[in-house]
């Protein structure tokens, strides 16, 4: 797996209510563009984020509000189906199964009557 940082601001990361994370696109457009020349076989998937937090109803472990948004509205213009990988080390939900901290994420199918989930992501 190869990745490529992307610049971006949101306002505060302590604050799970936050819905302005935004990515530099410009920057983060001319990256793909090139990481596909470099690597002609591969193409961007999504984005990651590393959380240090943990909570019993494994909260921390899900996408924010913000990461939603970011991924409806930003990331998506660089890949078709935006996957997002979230890795938190303090994971509790992790430590109790004993499995590697990471949760994947996809946006989730069209109902069948057309209308998108309810889950944005799954």
Not at 32 to 50: H, K, N
Not at 63 to 90: E, F, H, R, V
Request: glycine share 4%.
């Amino acid at each position: 797996m190869n990745t490529f940082e992307a610049p971006f601001a949101a306002q505060d990361f302590a604050d799970p209510s936050v819905t302005n994370i935004s990515i530099n696109e410009n920057f983060a457009r001319t990256r793909a563009e090139r990481y596909t020349e470099m690597f002609p076989d591969l193409e961007p998937l999504g984005w990651y984020s590393v959380k240090g937090t943990s909570s019993p109803d494994s909260v921390s472990d899900q996408p924010t509000a913000a990461d939603l948004a970011c991924m409806s509205s930003q990331i998506g213009k660089l890949c078709d189906n935006p996957i997002m990988m979230i890795m938190n080390p303090s994971s509790q939900a992790a430590m109790d199964a004993k499995k590697v901290p990471f949760f994947l994420y996809q946006k989730a199918p069209v109902s069948h009557d057309g209308q998108p989930s309810a889950i944005p992501f799954v």
